[in-house]
Every structure is written in C-alpha cells, then in structure tokens.
C-alpha cells in the first residue's frame, strides 16, 4: 500500500499537534492558573480572618459586660452609708472594695490585650485583602492574554482542519481509521519508519512476525509502543 498521502496527512496533522501542544504550555495560562490558586488561598484566609475576627469581638463584649456588673458592684459598695457601721464591717467593706478594684484592672488588661488582638486581625484583614485584589487583577489579565491567544490560533487550527479533511478524501479508509484511533489515544507520530528491524519510533526490536507483516503489507503495529511502522 501506497503511505504517501498518509505520511502527508501526518506531517500536516503534526503542525496541528505542535499548535495545540504551544497553546497549552502557554505562560500566560500557566500564569492564570497560579494566580488563581493564590486568589483561591487568599479568599479562605479572609474568610477565617473573619471568624477570627468575630471571636474576638464576642469576647471584647463579654469582657465589657463584665467590667460594667464589676464597676456598678464596686459603685454599690462605695455608695454604702458607712457612718453607722461598726470598725469590723469597715474593714470587710474596705477589703471587697479593693478586690472588686484589682478585679476591675484584671479585666481591663484583658480587655486591652482583645482589643489589641482584634486591631491585628483587621491589619492583617485589610493586607490580605489588597493582596486578594492584586492576585486577581493579575489573573484577569493573564486570563485576557490567554484567551487573545486563543482567539488567535483558532482560526489557524479551522484552517488546518479544513486542509486535513480535504487530505483524508486520498486514503485508504481502513487504514485512516486506524490511524485516527491512535492519535485519539494520544499516540504520535503514529506512522514511523522500519530500522533495521526495529520500530523507529520506540527504537525496539520487531519480532520476525510483525517484521514479515511490515514486507507483506507495508505497515503493522509495533508490538511495544502500538505506533504504525511502515517498510521502505
Ligand atoms: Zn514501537
């Protein structure tokens, strides 16, 4: 059988393969990708910034409400008439006030260590934010490039489609057949030539069968690497 048209078929289809294969190892695609992945973590971050964030404020109230019922219990003890009451009381009265007072400055440190917390959060909220917006700009733009390259190379793979289609109408069916499963399975280049009596495509060595085949038919599969390999 006559492979040449085959073997033209192939050398056209295989600028398609180089064109596909360009668009897909693309930077600016690989680009979107990694911004997307970062623009993906920063997004979770900001959401559990804000559970952080919202944590930290319940516990600024709770703490707020109890320095309010410590500082009125403290109000209450002061506001005691303590013209009447008898030195031993005086005393007690004295001791709880100035309990309630280092419980109020205990509180108060703690509020103010919340407080710092909270401010941190928002610090880091607001930097993981603009670095949330940068990541995603950059991504749109390299989306945009990826896809003007898109835009750009679809016309030139209609192109070689129509000339590939054109080109199958001189082959043998059976054998394009074959040949269009292989490149299905991504195999390719599926047609290589017979060395010696190896398969110029996975450089091993036939078995005296599949080398007969190749002499009696001009083609048969590789029994290693299922490409086409044709004899001269
Ligand atoms: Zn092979």
């Given at each position: 059988?006559?492979?040449?048209?085959?073997?033209?078929?192939?050398?056209?289809y295989?600028?398609?393969?180089k064109?596909?294969?360009?668009?897909?190892a693309?930077a600016?695609?690989?680009?979107a990708?990694s911004?997307?992945?970062?623009?993906?973590?920063?997004?979770e971050?900001?959401?559990?910034l804000?559970?952080?964030?919202?944590i930290?404020?319940?516990e600024?109230?709770?703490l707020?409400?109890t320095?309010e019922?410590t500082?009125?219990?403290l109000?209450?003890?002061?506001?005691?008439?303590i013209?009447d009451s008898?030195?031993a009381?005086?005393?007690?009265?004295?001791e709880?006030s100035?309990?309630?007072?280092?419980?109020?400055?205990?509180?108060?440190k703690?509020l103010?260590?919340v407080?710092?917390?909270i401010?941190?959060i928002l610090?880091?909220y607001?930097?993981?934010?603009?670095k949330?917006?940068?990541?995603?700009?950059?991504?749109?733009?390299?989306k945009?490039?990826?896809?003007a390259?898109?835009?750009e190379?679809?016309?030139k793979?209609?192109e070689?489609?129509k000339?590939l289609?054109a080109m199958e109408?001189?082959?043998?069916a059976?054998i394009?057949?074959?040949y269009?499963?292989?490149t299905t399975?991504?195999?390719?280049?599926?047609?290589?030539?017979?060395?010696?009596?190896?398969c110029g495509?996975?450089?091993m060595?036939?078995s005296?069968?599949?080398v007969?085949?190749i002499k009696?038919?001009s083609?048969a599969?590789c029994e290693?690497?299922?490409?086409i390999?044709?004899?001269?």
């Open positions: 059988m006559n492979l040449s048209n085959l073997l033209d078929f192939q050398a056209k295989a600028q398609r393969v064109m596909e294969s360009a668009l897909n693309s600016h695609k690989k680009n990708q911004q997307l992945d970062i623009v993906n973590s920063l997004k971050r900001t959401v559990s804000d559970n952080e964030a919202a930290a404020a319940g600024y109230e709770k707020s409400k320095y019922d500082f009125s219990s109000q209450k003890v002061l506001a005691k008439n013209d008898a030195e009381e005086l005393a007690s009265l004295s709880l100035t309990k309630i007072t280092n419980n109020l400055s205990i509180i108060e703690r103010q260590a407080a710092g917390q401010n941190q610090q880091d607001n930097q993981t934010r603009a949330y917006k940068a990541a995603g700009d950059k991504y749109k733009q390299s945009a490039d990826f896809e390259e898109q835009a190379t679809a016309p793979l209609t070689l489609d000339e289609k109408k001189g082959i043998d059976e394009l057949t074959k269009k499963a292989k399975a991504k195999i390719f280049p599926v047609l290589v030539p017979l060395r010696g009596n190896s495509g996975c450089g060595e036939l005296t069968v599949v007969g085949d009696k038919q083609y599969d290693h690497c299922r490409k390999v044709y004899g001269g």
